[in-house]
Structures are given as structure tokens and as C-alpha cells.
Nanobody, 124 residues
Framework: QVQLVESGGGLVQAGGSLRLSCAAS????????MGWFRQSPGKEREFVAT????????AYGDSVKGRFTISRDNAKSTLYLQMTSLKPDDTAVYLC?????????????????WGQGTQVTVSS
């Protein structure tokens, strides 16, 4: 059974930084495309970033491009999201997800497994 556990969320002032982690209990972590999404109350789940199986390719949502960086350590079965220049609009629950499909995935329905999420709150 695949489990994804996010950590690293918290309260930060606008302009600050946070690093999220997602620990995966997947023996074949390197065979999954991974992604980060976020969700705020009353809003649809929003794509944040995705990374290919070997980490060579990434893609970002327009609202975070240039500020967030997704990375992975396949030896540690861990996914990361480095967030900088945070804005109040970045406030959300951040979820990591794993997809067995090949290639970058920006649509949430294409992901097979989800974590419970970690809250990020950015104060103005």
C-alpha cells in the first residue's frame, strides 16, 4: 500500500520561504511521476508542480513559476517543494501525489495516490 506523508508546512510572513517534504512508502519510488497540488477553502484543487521519474524534467503552475522549485531524492523516496517569495495567495493545504503514468502530469485526476496534506499559511 502506498502512503505519502507531507511535512514542513507552517506560518510564514509574506516574502519568506518554506521547504515542504513528502515521504513516500513506495519501494519503486523512482517509477512514479510526482506532483504537488494545493487547495484552499472554496477553491478547486490547483496544480503547483510536477517532476519526472528521474527528476530531469519539471513543470510548474503559472502562479508559482520562478518562485517554487520541485525536486526529488529517489534514494530516500522523498519529494520536495522549495517555496520562496511567498505571498498570502499561496496560503493553502499542499498535497503531494504520485502517478504511475509516464510523463509529466498537471491534472489531478491522473494521479493514483495522495497524501493528507500540510497547511501553509502566509501572513501579510
Amino acid at each position: 500500500q502506498v502512503q505519502l506523508v507531507e511535512s514542513g508546512g507552517g506560518l510564514v510572513q509574506a516574502g519568506g520561504s518554506l521547504r515542504l517534504s513528502c515521504a513516500a512508502s513506495i519501494r519503486t519510488f523512482g517509477t512514479y511521476t510526482m506532483g504537488w497540488f494545493r487547495q484552499s477553502p472554496g477553491k478547486e484543487r490547483e496544480f503547483v508542480a510536477t517532476i519526472s521519474r528521474n527528476g530531469a524534467y519539471t513543470a510548474y503552475g503559472d502562479s508559482v513559476k520562478g518562485r517554487f522549485t520541485i525536486s526529488r531524492d529517489n534514494a530516500k523516496s522523498t519529494l520536495y517543494l522549495q517555496m520562496t517569495s511567498l505571498k498570502p495567495d499561496d496560503t493553502a493545504v499542499y498535497l503531494c501525489a504520485a502517478s504511475s503514468a509516464l510523463g509529466l502530469r498537471t491534472i489531478s485526476s491522473l494521479y493514483n495516490y495522495w497524501g493528507q496534506g500540510t497547511q501553509v499559511t502566509v501572513s501579510s
